[in-house]
């Protein structure tokens, strides 16, 4: 495993955190893997912050088009605020979400420049190695692929109620390993589960290296990151699938 990556960003969990994690997600259906690369967590943290990040601003809109954080930049600000007026206008009711994302997969096809460390973590995600870690946490032998994005939470941005469901791209569990180190409950940008009423059941700060684990679906959303947060809210996020996804 050390081989794909910094030798530094290896798994290291204990066999008693791993143990209470996957007593824990088999009772509640999610659960958290404290500290899961050690150290290894500030160099991908690192490398998230790395100038000229190919981000993309992403909310459902009528073009159903991601746009380029750098093609927002240069606007004028009243064209920038439009657009996050237009994300707002559609999460009084319903599913909306806002935030700035970098999808490994397609990044790496398209020869983006990205630090190497994020492609190699995808690989990572994607060894036997992992995928057994992923399977004995689970206890679900049908994982068989890991997709995964960067996520970067600005203030104002934020993710609505949803449950993750989408039979068409097997997805058996979603994954948000957290990478915003010292980040504060009141900044916002929390997980949070939600039951059948709309009540917040559960709730799960960004805890610096920790590797959150949910089963799919279940109802969860993203709290607004609030104007005087520290600093974006960064994570990995993914899901674990049953096969990879038909191109």
Same mark, same amino acid.
């Given at each position: 495993?050390?081989?794909?990556?910094?030798?530094?960003?290896?798994?290291?969990?204990?066999?008693?955190?791993?143990?209470?994690?996957?007593?824990?997600?088999?009772? %509640? @259906?999610?659960? +958290?893997?404290?500290?899961?690369? #050690?150290?290894?967590?500030?160099? !991908?943290?690192?490398?998230? =912050?790395?100038?000229?990040?190919?981000?993309?601003?992403?909310?459902?809109?009528?073009?159903?088009?991601?746009?380029?954080?750098?093609?927002?930049?240069?606007?004028?600000?009243?064209?920038?605020?439009?657009?996050?007026?237009?994300?707002?206008?559609?999460?009084?009711?319903?599913?909306?979400?806002?935030?700035?994302?970098?999808?490994?997969?397609?990044?790496?096809?398209?020869?983006?420049?990205?630090?190497?460390?994020?492609?190699?973590?995808?690989?990572?995600?994607?060894?036997?190695?992992?995928?057994?870690?992923?399977?004995?946490? %689970? @206890?679900?032998? +049908?994982?068989?692929?890991?997709? #995964?994005?960067?996520?970067?939470? !600005?203030?104002?941005?934020? =993710?609505?109620?949803?449950?993750?469901?989408?039979?068409?791209?097997?997805?058996?569990?979603?994954?948000?390993?957290?990478?915003?180190?010292?980040?504060?409950?009141?900044?916002?940008?929390?997980?949070?589960?939600?039951?059948?009423?709309?009540?917040?059941?559960?709730?799960?700060?960004?805890?610096?290296?920790?590797?959150?684990?949910?089963?799919?679906?279940?109802?969860?959303?993203?709290?607004?990151?609030?104007?005087?947060?520290?600093?974006?809210?960064?994570?990995?996020?993914?899901?674990?699938?049953?096969?990879?996804?038909?191109?």
């Amino acid at each position: 495993m050390s081989g794909l990556l910094d030798p530094a960003l290896k798994l290291a969990v204990g066999e008693g955190d791993f143990a209470a994690a996957s007593e824990r997600l088999a009772r %509640t @259906g999610r659960t +958290r893997v404290p500290g899961l690369f #050690g150290a290894g967590a500030e160099a !991908l943290h690192a490398a998230i =912050l790395a100038p000229d990040q190919p981000w993309v601003r992403t909310f459902l809109n009528p073009l159903g088009a991601d746009i380029p954080v750098a093609t927002l930049d240069a606007s004028s600000p009243e064209d920038q605020d439009h657009v996050t007026q237009q994300a707002y206008a559609g999460a009084t009711g319903g599913l909306q979400f806002l935030f700035d994302r970098l999808r490994l997969g397609p990044a790496r096809e398209a020869g983006m420049a990205t630090p190497q460390i994020l492609f190699d973590l995808l690989d990572l995600f994607n060894t036997e190695v992992f995928l057994d870690f992923a399977r004995r946490l %689970t @206890g679900d032998d +049908r994982i068989a692929f890991s997709d #995964g994005q960067v996520t970067r939470y !600005l203030p104002g941005h934020f =993710l609505n109620r949803h449950s993750d469901a989408n039979p068409k791209t097997e997805r058996l569990y979603a994954y948000v390993l957290n990478l915003s180190p010292g980040w504060r409950a009141e900044w916002g940008g929390l997980l949070q589960f939600l039951d059948e009423g709309g009540d917040i059941t559960e709730t799960f700060v960004p805890s610096f290296g920790a590797l959150n684990v949910f089963a799919v679906p279940q109802m969860h959303a993203v709290s607004t990151v609030a104007p005087f947060a520290g600093g974006p809210r960064y994570s990995v996020t993914g899901w674990w699938r049953a096969k990879p996804l038909e191109r």
